[in-house]
């Protein structure tokens, strides 16, 4: 096992874009065999996650903010990105649009650390409430829960020719969900 005290949690840069890639291809097919069809997970291809997440990171800081662990020797292990609120009508001015921890990492405090770090980078740029969009079938859903997240949405969104049912966790005040034991990181 791999101690998780050596993760730390950072912003991206540009040469973080190749790592990034796979551990979301990876934690995909991992967290979302059975909920959404084999075939988008079959032709994931990391290649374009590498040019998709490079795009991304050129976009710097101002635009959607990526945070990453990083472990002395596994190298980048989890990420999230955040930045405004999009596609809906709730009162929640800032939005997590990604968070994943390699299987391998998990249940290690990374994505508490993530999602804590996340919500920094929020209050930094000026939103002070946020939510996240799950999909209903996967557990990481009580994971949004444990860390102090209401259950305030529901929707049905048409992705890959299925149905896919999805639940928002809103904070309101995400000032009060920083700064939890365990949490630290040098963002
Ligand atoms: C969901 C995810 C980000 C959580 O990260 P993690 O590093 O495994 O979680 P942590 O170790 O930081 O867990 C923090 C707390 O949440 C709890 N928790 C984590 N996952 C949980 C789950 N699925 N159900 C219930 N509780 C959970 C932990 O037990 C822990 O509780 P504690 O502080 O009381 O001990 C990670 O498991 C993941 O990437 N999953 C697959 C991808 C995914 O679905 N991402 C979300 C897309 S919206």
């Known amino acids: 096992m791999t101690d998780c005290a050596t993760a730390t949690i950072r912003t991206a840069t540009a040469a973080d874009a190749a790592a990034i ?54 190298g980048v292990v989890g990420f999230g990105s955040c930045g405004r609120a999009r596609g809906s009508d709730l009162p929640y001015a800032g939005e997590v649009y990604t968070l994943y921890v390699h299987p391998d990492f998990q249940e290690m405090a990374i994505g508490r650390r993530l999602l804590d770090a996340l919500f920094h980078r929020l209050l930094e740029d000026g939103f002070r409430s946020a939510l996240v969009w799950v999909l209903a079938g996967n557990p990481a859903r009580f994971f949004y829960q444990a860390m102090g997240g209401t259950h305030v949405a529901v929707r049905t969104e048409r992705l890959w020719g299925t149905a896919l049912k999805e639940m928002a966790y809103g904070w309101a005040d995400i000032s009060q969900a920083v700064g939890r034991p365990g949490s630290r990181s040098t963002v």
């Open 21 to 74: 890639a796979r551990v979301h291809v990876e934690t995909w097919r991992d967290a979302y065999a059975g909920l959404i069809p084999n075939q988008v997970l079959l032709k994931m291809s990391h290649r374009d996650h590498v040019a998709m997440w490079s795009a991304e990171l050129a976009r710097g800081r101002g635009a959607n903010m990526v945070i990453v662990a990083h472990e002395a020797r596994a």
